[in-house]
T-cell receptor, first 111, second 113 residues
């Protein structure tokens, strides 16, 4: 079964680093791993995408181990506005390119 | 600006009255998809399309229809809406392998009474 698993929630404080891990045991060779941020009543917003090893952009880093069965989104120095739900997304080609969202991780950043 | 446009943003309708939610993208993406989002259930895929005239069921297709006659448009059709289809709906598009990520629309909040 094509599936991703993430922690349900995590709390943090302003200025701290937040790391969210997603497991995707059935990922195939050509599948990309993409992370999204969603605020209430808005569409998910692209954060970062990776295939292997490490990817960094201006807002986050994505770490992918060699076996690619998990990935970790790292948000450096979070602020209150980073309070949102974060989703890990893998297009499982073995499942006919169905996009499988995990349950999402609700991140609460406290002052 | 690259975007996915959904209409309407809000819709209240009555049980059994056919409705269509439109979705259009301007990025020449082959892949398009519809999701519904309900409290506690996250985002669930309804239907997706790999290209024109190619559509397939997602995880919750019952009660919905789609069509892909043109590359840019992917309307979601509810032939006979029921109250359990009250939800927040999102359309998304991407390149066929997902490279570059998926672009989501702003959502359509549907209420069926």
């Amino acid at each position: 079964l094509a599936k991703t698993t993430q922690p349900i929630s995590m709390d943090s404080y302003e200025g701290q680093e937040v790391n969210i891990t997603c497991s995707h045991n059935n990922i195939a060779t050509n599948d990309y791993i993409t992370w999204y941020q969603q605020f209430p009543s808005q569409g998910p917003r692209f954060i970062i995408q990776g295939y292997k090893t490490k990817v960094t952009n201006e807002v986050a880093s994505l770490f992918i181990p060699a076996d690619r069965k998990s990935s970790t989104l790292s948000l450096p120095r979070v602020s209150l506005s980073d309070t949102a739900v974060y989703y890990c997304l893998v297009a499982f080609k073995a499942a006919g390119n169905k996009l499988t969202f995990g349950g999402g991780t609700r991140v609460l950043v406290k002052p | 600006e690259a975007q996915v446009t959904q209409n309407p943003r809000y819709l209240i309708t009555v049980t059994g009255k056919k409705l269509t939610v439109t979705c259009s993208q301007n990025m020449n993406h082959e892949y398009m998809s519809w999701y519904r989002q309900d409290p506690g259930l996250g985002l669930r895929q309804i239907y997706y399309s790999m290209n024109v005239e190619v559509t397939d069921k997602g995880d919750v297709p019952e009660g919905y229809k789609v069509s892909r006659k043109e590359k840019r448009n992917f309307p979601l059709i509810l032939e006979s809406p029921s109250p359990n289809q009250t939800s927040l709906y999102f359309c998304a598009s991407s390149l066929p392998d997902g490279r570059g990520g998926y672009t989501f629309g702003s959502g359509t909040r549907l209420t069926v009474v």
